[in-house]
């Protein structure tokens, strides 16, 4: 498996990365944030793109239940 580079000290100082996506809601888009615990956005992207089955399940589970916080569905990955 590829190692990820080392972390430059200001991706250490940003702290944990978002990565912003989209899924269809009928013929709408709906905005979605995943909080990552990793320190760069390629990471957190990578992370995103190896585990869009279960991110999009839980952004669409998100969406049927009304979780929508000032537009946007925010997931948590742990």
Do not use: H
Request: proline share 6%; with cysteine.
């Amino acid at each position: 498996m590829r190692k990820f580079p080392t972390p430059t000290e200001q991706e250490i100082d940003e702290g944990p990365q978002k990565v912003s996506f989209q899924i269809a809601n009928g013929n709408a888009r709906q905005t979605c944030i995943l909080q990552t615990e990793l320190p760069t956005k390629v990471q957190a992207q990578k992370y995103l793109m190896a585990n869009w089955p279960i991110i999009e399940k839980m952004a669409r589970d998100a969406l049927a239940a009304g979780a929508i916080d000032d537009g946007a569905i925010r997931l948590t990955a742990s």
